[in-house]
């Protein structure tokens, strides 16, 4: 097994996804926390130093255009620059990918990857991937 | 800039002649070249320096071999979110939709070139 000594933030409103997620890093051996809203995501990266934060896109029943997400990882780059955000949904739109993977000036995507929720069975890989470890043969 | 600078050069890979008439004049001001295969643009990408490809999203299976060495704009018709993340993750800088009426196409590639008479 890699080693996968990070800390890892899951954000998703539905306990389901949650324990899905983050069951799945758990197991092979990433450290994971988990959040169910904005509020909770933003009091765990003040108190702690997240590697990788994997956001739901659509976290506020409320918000109609689905993408709170996004706001969650744009205060990331912001505040935490060193913490990668990952954004995994069963929605989204092409304008959501392009707010999302779009460079901006300086070359800088707001997230590192984007995923359905039908592909999580590839979520270990791309984290891994996004986190620099190499498979030990 | 100095009257007689040449101008900058972008790639239009596209079959679709409507638009590429569209953007070729909204983009007048710049040297449009224009390969309608993808094998016409291995060969234009292979002969001449550009400074932008506006590649159709018809060519994704390619993209990744052309961003390696210019900033490209994906074009589609239809956009989806499958396609704007292939596009994305292929290295694309812009994803963006055709349009035939008022074009936003000059503000986006004034992002990566400058526009003639525009520059300070």
Request: aromatic content about 0%; charged content about 60%; overall charge positive.
């Given at each position: 097994m890699a080693d996968r000594r990070h800390r890892i933030l899951v954000v998703d409103d539905v306990k389901d996804w949650r324990q899905t997620l983050g069951g799945s890093l758990r197991d092979v051996g990433y450290e994971v926390v988990a959040a169910a809203s904005t509020p909770e995501a933003l009091e765990q990266l003040e108190q702690n130093e997240f590697d990788l934060a994997l956001i739901d896109l659509s976290l506020d029943l409320s918000d109609e255009t689905n993408t709170e997400g996004l706001n969650i990882a744009h205060k990331i780059q912001r505040n935490w620059p060193d913490t990668k955000s990952v954004i995994i949904t069963g929605y989204g739109t092409p304008d959501v990918v392009r707010e999302a993977l779009q460079p901006d000036?300086?070359?800088?995507?707001?997230?590192?990857a984007y995923l359905s929720k039908d592909e999580s069975e590839n979520l270990v890989e791309v984290i891994d991937t996004l986190l620099g470890l190499v498979p030990e043969d | 800039m100095a009257k007689n600078a040449p101008r900058a050069r972008i790639l239009i890979i596209d079959n679709e002649q409507y638009w590429i008439s569209f953007a070729s004049s909204d983009l007048a001001m710049f040297e449009i070249v224009v390969a309608h295969t993808k094998e016409q643009a291995f060969a234009e990408i292979e002969k001449d320096n550009f400074d932008l490809v506006i590649a159709s999203s018809s060519c994704l299976d390619i993209l990744a071999s052309i961003t390696a060495k210019y900033r490209v704009f994906v074009s589609t018709m239809q956009p989806t979110v499958q396609e704007a993340r292939d596009a994305y993750e292929q290295g694309a800088w812009r994803y963006i939709t055709k349009s035939f009426g008022q074009s936003d196409l000059v503000r986006q590639v004034g992002e990566v070139i400058p526009i003639p008479g525009r520059e300070n």
């Open positions: 000036k300086k070359g800088r995507r707001l997230i590192e | -």
